[in-house]
């Protein structure tokens, strides 16, 4: 299988505010190459307002930002972005676009391959995620788990160094969430360096290396995923797992 | 009796009729049709480009579209139309050295054109979803191409059938020009009818413009019915059922 471009990602210090609201106060997150974090915590915590301030989709009041031990802040956010593959709770696929359009249009246009050799690229990450046979299919007709493992060959087609899943399978059918944490569990095994906000405590706790719980806006606990799931040390991580679990 | 006869003979005279087909097919017709097409296409670059600063996160931006927009949408047509045709006639005259007002009248129909085109592309490229642009954007693609690739092609699809409705408009005001007095060649379909009614003192001129207008207008309308089915309920495919494992794990199970 292919390799991936991973990179080490860190947040420092990151502060967020939308008016009088405090979404992010003072966050740190770190992620080793080639490693998986996974981001957990009630809703409203900030946990994907932070994923989107980690790719500079919402720019940080304060803070630091570091992919491969650079600081990217000064970088043009767009080419930031291109190193960062990001998937959405709701998939977010362009409906007037076919899947293979979907996947190779970042290819095209930005990449600026020629259409011919985008199509290849994008359906062999079709057919890594195995929908080869759907490619001139419009996203409307795929499922639900069809259409997120879509969005992440479309994600990986930019050789991503790092992947943000944000609830990824929050808006699954609970029979297609299997499909799609399947995918995401072969990537992490295979390499990638991901982050993962999620609901999904079976995922944090087996296959992510690192588990950080979020609450109001500040990191409560961070830990091994054994240490964080049998032995929590806040109260607050022990009621939300009670909670949860 | 007699009145019925009055009646058929002021509305229905084919005599009347058949003498002024041949000019509205040929003269009014192209006429209709040029200064519609003419201000549809540029009123809806017009109303593209009132749409992006509609929404543009540049409050000037913002003010000028909204200020273009409540006045053009604001007057009645065909002052527009005097008042461009007629205001503006000195410079035209200056910058082409023609006398003619036609193309001042698909200025003040395209000026028009761009109010309400600008306001139906804005509700479209609005109603998308917000999450089109962020995707978008997290593949790496600036607001401009995000806005170019991703979200206006979808949200001027959403609209169709309200632009064929202001094309529609734009066919039946197109008439308004005639206000300004257009040499014989371009009259349109509504002032070569008026101009056969003044001459013979008969109706039935007019309502074969009418019947022209009607053979135009009512497709169109059908045809956005058909669009608008189409866009609502699309054309389904057969679902299949999920594959559940992907065979992307080869290293992971390695």
């Known amino acids: 299988m292919t390799e991936f471009a991973s990179g080490t990602l860190t947040g420092k210090n990151l502060h967020l505010s939308f008016g009088h609201n405090h979404v992010l106060r003072g966050i740190d997150l770190h992620v080793e190459k080639g490693t998986t974090a996974s981001v957990i915590g009630p809703s409203g915590s900030g946990k994907s307002t932070l994923l989107r301030v980690m790719n500079r989709l919402i720019e940080p009041d304060q803070g630091d930002i570091l992919l491969d031990g650079r600081s990217v802040l000064k970088d043009n956010p767009d080419e930031l972005r291109q190193r960062i593959g990001m998937v959405f709770q709701q998939f977010n696929l362009f409906p007037h676009k076919t899947v293979e359009e979907n996947v190779s249009l970042a290819l095209r246009k930005l990449r600026k391959l020629p259409r011919e050799q985008a199509r290849a690229e994008a359906l062999e990450q079709l057919d890594l995620v195995g929908l080869k046979h759907k490619a001139d299919s419009r996203p409307a007709n795929l499922s639900g788990g069809q259409q997120q493992r879509v969005a992440i060959a479309r994600a990986l087609a930019m050789n991503p160094e790092v992947m943000f899943f944000d609830e990824a399978t929050s808006a699954l059918d609970p029979e297609l969430v299997k499909g799609v944490l399947a995918l995401m569990t072969d990537l992490a095994k295979g390499g990638m360096t991901m982050v993962v906000v999620t609901h999904e405590m079976g995922f944090s706790r087996n296959v992510s290396d690192n588990v950080t719980f979020m609450d109001a806006g500040v990191v409560v606990e961070s830990g091994p995923p054994e240490q964080i799931f049998t032995a929590p040390r806040t109260e607050r991580l022990r009621g939300f797992l009670s909670d949860v679990l | ?254």
Do not use: C
């Open chain 2, 1 to 254: 009796m007699d009145l019925l006869d009055q009646l058929a003979d002021t509305f229905f005279n084919w005599e009347e009729m058949a003498k002024v087909i041949p000019a509205l097919l040929m003269v009014g017709l192209p006429n209709t049709l040029i200064l519609a097409v003419a201000s549809g296409v540029f009123g809806s670059l017009l109303g593209l480009g009132l749409a992006m600063m509609g929404i543009s996160r540049n409050a000037g931006a913002r003010w000028v579209a909204r200020i273009y927009t409540d006045i053009f949408r604001g007057l009645p047509a065909i002052l527009v139309i005097l008042v461009i045709g007629i205001g503006l006639s000195p410079i035209a005259r200056e910058i082409t050295g023609s006398r003619n007002p036609y193309p001042l009248g698909i200025l003040a129909l395209t000026l028009i054109a761009a109010a309400y085109i600008g306001e139906i592309f804005r509700s479209g490229i609005q109603s998308v979803e917000k999450g089109q642009l962020e995707a978008s954007r997290a593949l790496g693609f600036s607001y401009g191409s995000s806005m170019r690739l991703v979200v206006v092609p979808q949200g001027i699809r959403r609209v169709l059938p309200a632009l064929v409705n202001q094309f529609i408009s734009l066919l039946k005001d197109s008439s308004l020009v005639f206000m300004l007095g257009l040499a014989a060649s371009d009259r349109e379909i509504f002032r070569i009818g008026n101009d056969a009614m003044a001459n013979t003192g008969n109706l039935s001129p007019l309502v074969a413009a009418g019947v022209l207008y009607l053979i135009l207008t009512v497709p169109l309308t059908h045809f956005v019915n058909f669009i608008d089915h189409r866009l609502r309920t699309g054309k389904p495919e057969k679902k299949e059922p999920d594959e559940l494992a992907a065979p992307i794990g080869k290293g992971a199970q390695a």
